[in-house]
Structures are given as C-alpha cells and as structure tokens.
C-alpha cells in the first residue's frame, strides 16, 4: 500500500558519531527553550532547556545551542548511541500567553550500529 | 512513585459515539494540558486548564471537551462532532524541570475509529 502523510526530516547517523539537530523557532519574543525526546508510541519526554539569555548550555552528552540573531536553536549529542533514536522536538515559549508551548515539527533520528 | 498516567492505552470508537479518555497525575501540579499528535507530526494543543474548575480552548478544541472537577485529573472526551478523531492523545502537566516549569507528559492514548 501507499502511505499518506507529512514526512519528518530524518538524520541518520553512525553509532558512536556527533549528531546535530536543528529547530528554526518562529517567535524573536520567546525567551525560553525545550527540547523533547519522544520514542516511538511514547510521550516526550524532557531533555533540557535554555533560557534566551544564553546560549549554550551543556548537559550529560547532550548540548543546546542558541542564536538570537537568526531564531535558531541546536541540540548536539555526543558519541551517539542506539537509544538515543527517537523523534526531537523544539518548543519555545513567550512570557505572556500562559506560557503555552509552542512546538516544532520534530526531527526524527535513526542511529545506525 | 510520582507521574501521570493516561488510560485505555487503546481506545476504540464506534461511529457517533462519545469516548473518554483519562488523564491523572500525583505531582501536585496546577496546570494541566492535552495534546492530539497525528501521525510524522507534531503536537497540536486541545485544551489546558491553569487550575481546578478552569479550562481554556487551546488551537484545535472544536469536537472534544474537558472537565477539571480535581487537581489530579483532566479527562478528555472526543464527542461525535470529532469527525477525524484518529490520532495519539497526550496528557501533560506542567511543574518544575530546568530552569523553569515545563510540561511532563503522560503515555499516551491512541485512539482508533472502528
């Protein structure tokens, strides 16, 4: 059969390798990052976030960059694993609005063994 | 152990007919939210509520409705004006993560139209 429907960008990468996701946020007002993991059939699940006064922000394996002057955001993972393949989302939030997320399309990544 | 829970895991509905779904969490948080994601897409918001006996249409609330009667539970129903109601239902709560509040999310409900 045929199959209907938006596609996500994909990005595949090497077990072991950097991967770098990017997210082009919509509102130059939002002043407050997230990036979710969502594994397949799952909900997201919260990975880490960034205030618009930075921009960079390190976790475990895991960094978050931030450019004001062009609204972009990047998650890179370090030494890519199997586990870490799922769909990553952006969100951005403004303060007023109730602090609703705004969200991304999501990026799927598939690691190769 | 603390988080939320989102009941069936599947759910099936019959042509004209009302379904709910249920959404609980026992972490104390005020803000509540669902979510529809079809598929390869993302999330797209239903309704929220900020606190018990309050909620607010989000970007797609035409179809479904919401009660907020306690803090720890927001049950979604998909009434029969929901004419494309196949998709995967999220719950979230928002509480303390990072800097600030954010969302938690639930499992997930995926409902399928008989």
């Known amino acids: 059969g045929e199959s209907v429907g938006l596609h996500l960008p994909t990005l595949s990468v090497q077990e072991g390798d950097n991967s770098i996701i990017n997210c082009a946020y919509s509102?130059?007002?939002?002043?407050?990052f997230i990036w979710y993991k969502q594994e397949s059939g799952k909900g997201p699940q919260f990975i880490i976030d960034?205030?618009?006064n930075m921009d960079k922000r390190q976790g475990q394996r895991v960094t978050v960059l931030l450019n004001k002057t062009v609204k972009h955001l990047s998650l890179q993972i370090a030494a890519t694993q199997p586990g870490d393949s799922a769909v990553y989302f952006c969100?951005?939030?403004?303060?007023?609005?109730?602090?609703?997320?705004?969200w991304g399309l999501g990026t799927s990544l598939a690691v190769n063994p | 152990d603390g988080g939320i829970t989102q009941s069936p895991k599947y759910l099936f509905r019959k042509e004209g007919q009302n379904v709910t779904l249920s959404c609980e969490q026992n972490?104390?948080?005020?803000?509540m939210y669902w979510y529809r994601q079809d598929p390869g897409q993302g999330l797209r918001l239903i309704y929220y509520?900020?606190?018990?006996?309050?909620?607010q249409k989000g970007d797609i609330a035409e179809g479904y409705s919401v009660s907020r009667e306690k803090k720890e539970s927001f049950p979604l129903t998909v009434t029969s004006a929901q004419k494309n109601p196949t998709a995967f239902y999220l719950c979230?709560?928002?509480?303390?993560?990072?800097?600030?509040?954010?969302?938690?999310f639930g499992p997930g409900t995926r409902l399928l139209v008989l």
């Open positions: 969100a951005e939030t403004t303060p007023g609005n109730n602090r609703k997320l705004i």
């Open positions: 509520s900020q606190i018990v006996n309050d909620f």
């Open positions: 972490l104390n948080h005020d803000a």
């Open positions: 960034i205030r618009s």
């Open positions: 509102n130059s007002a939002s002043d407050y």
């Open positions: 979230a709560s928002r509480g303390l993560a990072g800097f600030q509040e954010t969302q938690y």
